[in-house]
Nanobody, 123 residues
């Protein structure tokens, strides 16, 4: 499955953005989808994940209550709604897919990655 992430941009602190992750070549069925981010000089970290079939979700503590991951079956797309953005949310955001069951949070358990989209939050 090929993944295309989009929706990044520059936003002021307290603002919102919605990222999209569209699949091509294959549907997301039988996959879990996750969002990760990587800030300059830091390791890639888990943000949120969702199972395609059941819609179960999991979030990093740093984004709970501010970010929401969701899926649109008809569009074969996963979204990450980001509200109350903070400067520390600045990073390149990646979507990824895994064939493992359950809500997967580890980077190395995802084997399909999109190209990343830059989110910059100004103070």
């Amino acid at each position: 499955v090929q993944l295309q992430a989009s929706g990044g941009g520059l936003v002021q602190a307290g603002g919102s953005l919605r990222l999209s992750c569209a699949a091509s070549g294959r549907t997301f069925s039988r996959y879990g989808v996750g969002w990760f981010r990587q800030a300059p000089g830091k390791e890639r970290e888990f943000v949120a994940a969702i199972t395609w079939n059941s819609g179960s979700t999991n979030y990093a503590d740093s984004v709970k209550g501010r970010f929401t991951i969701s899926r649109d079956r008809a569009r074969n797309t996963v979204y990450l709604q980001m509200n109350s953005l903070k400067p520390e949310d600045t990073a390149v955001y990646y979507c990824a897919a895994t064939g493992l069951t359950g809500v997967v949070t580890r980077v190395n358990e995802y084997d399909h990655w999109g190209q990343g989209t830059l989110v910059t939050v100004s103070s």
